[in-house]
């Protein structure tokens, strides 16, 4: 049997043992017997993608991280990221698939309900949801974003602060459905994947967790043996991939 490896990208630096939390989203009854993901993290940039600033950085090493899966023989390179950081310099670099969460999660939520919300963990990333929202052209669908003014940690997850943040996430996501019109709900970040369970039981509306989204389109993808348009993302004459190999790693 043929195994498809899939590369998933983390858009920050992290120690192995934090990248098991970002890998536990994939429950092992979810992830078939000819697909196998390795998740990495980025040699080097910033922690929170709080800012422009800080959507370069990530960008620059996200694309850094993936430019030589095809190389190495991975069949599609999955972002683990709502802000798609890198996406599009990838599909440039890479013939084989490359998916986003967040594009990824719009578009179902689109199909799935008339209108939709994001409820996300702080205000600093709300940035990333207009962006999605004018790549999309789903802006008139997006019914609210809604956080609850919590610092995401990329370490610990949701770990150990299910007790407080859950109730918070579920009391923003009924506010984003009574109060805005929602009629489906978009985690707005990989690092929420462990309160997935808990609102998708209590809501009434669609839950969406991007980073299994994004898996399962990468899947569909090789299914079908389909990948992005080399017309909308043209190949570059001359890569430069060892530029930013050459920055340290900080783990």
């Given at each position: ?52 600033y800080e959507a370069t950085m990530a960008d620059a090493f996200c694309l850094e ?77 997006l019914a609210s974003v809604r956080d609850i003014a919590t610092r995401p940690d ?72 389909l990948a992005h348009s080399k017309r909308s993302y043209p190949t570059p004459e ?14």
């Amino acid at each position: 049997m043929t195994r498809h490896r899939i590369r998933m990208i983390v858009p920050v630096p992290l120690p192995a043992e934090a990248l098991a939390g970002f890998a536990a989203q994939l429950p092992a009854g979810l992830v078939r017997d000819d697909i196998s993901v390795e998740f990495t993290g980025v040699r080097a940039g910033t922690s929170s993608l709080d800012s422009a600033y800080e959507a370069t950085m990530a960008d620059a090493f996200c694309l850094e991280a993936g430019q030589r899966a095809e190389d190495e023989g991975f069949a599609a390179v999955c972002l683990n990221t709502v802000s798609d950081s890198g996406l599009d310099a990838l599909r440039s670099r890479l013939s084989i698939p490359v998916v986003g969460p967040g594009r990824a999660s719009f578009f179902l939520a689109a199909d799935l309900a008339k209108r939709f919300s994001v409820v996300t963990m702080w205000p600093q990333w709300h940035w990333i949801y207009r962006k999605l929202a004018v790549e999309t052209g789903l802006g008139a669908r997006l019914a609210s974003v809604r956080d609850i003014a919590t610092r995401p940690d990329t370490r610990e997850l949701l770990a150990g602060k299910e007790d407080i943040v859950f109730g918070k996430l579920e009391e923003q996501c009924r506010r984003a459905i009574d109060e805005d019109g929602a009629e489906a709900i978009i985690l707005g970040s990989t690092t929420m994947h462990q309160s997935h369970r808990y609102l998708a039981e209590r809501l009434d509306v669609p839950v969406l967790n991007p980073g299994l989204i994004a898996f399962k389109q990468c899947e569909t993808l090789l299914d079908l043996g389909l990948a992005h348009s080399k017309r909308s993302y043209p190949t570059p004459e001359n890569p430069q991939d060892a530029v930013l190999a050459g920055v340290p790693a900080v783990f």
